[in-house]
């Protein structure tokens, strides 16, 4: 099964449900909309084997393009503390 991609315009017009829910970036990131509109990005890494969230911002601050680098960027962030 293949998932599409993110893009900006979906992003942008992600609306808000009474539950908080994710739209997949790929490699672990992903856009979580809460129930009062708040968009984050966050990723999700394993280290020994249990599951870590990395917050990478709010979206539109940060914009799709940039947190696809930090993404890229976070293994090594990881592997550094």
């Known amino acids: 099964m293949t998932t599409k991609a993110l893009t900006d315009v979906a992003a942008r017009n ?5 539950q908080p829910y994710k739209l997949s970036a790929g490699g672990g990131l992903y856009l979580e909309v809460m129930p009062n509109g708040a968009k984050y990005w966050r990723m999700k890494y394993r ?7 990395l ?11 940039r947190a696809l ?3 890229d960027r976070a293994p090594v962030a990881v592997r550094a503390t």
């Open 55 to 65: 917050a990478l911002g709010v979206y539109p601050e940060i914009s799709l393009k």
């Open 14 to 18: 992600a609306q808000p449900k009474t």
């Open 69 to 71: 680098v930090e993404r």
């Open 47 to 53: 280290v020994a084997g249990r599951e870590k969230r």
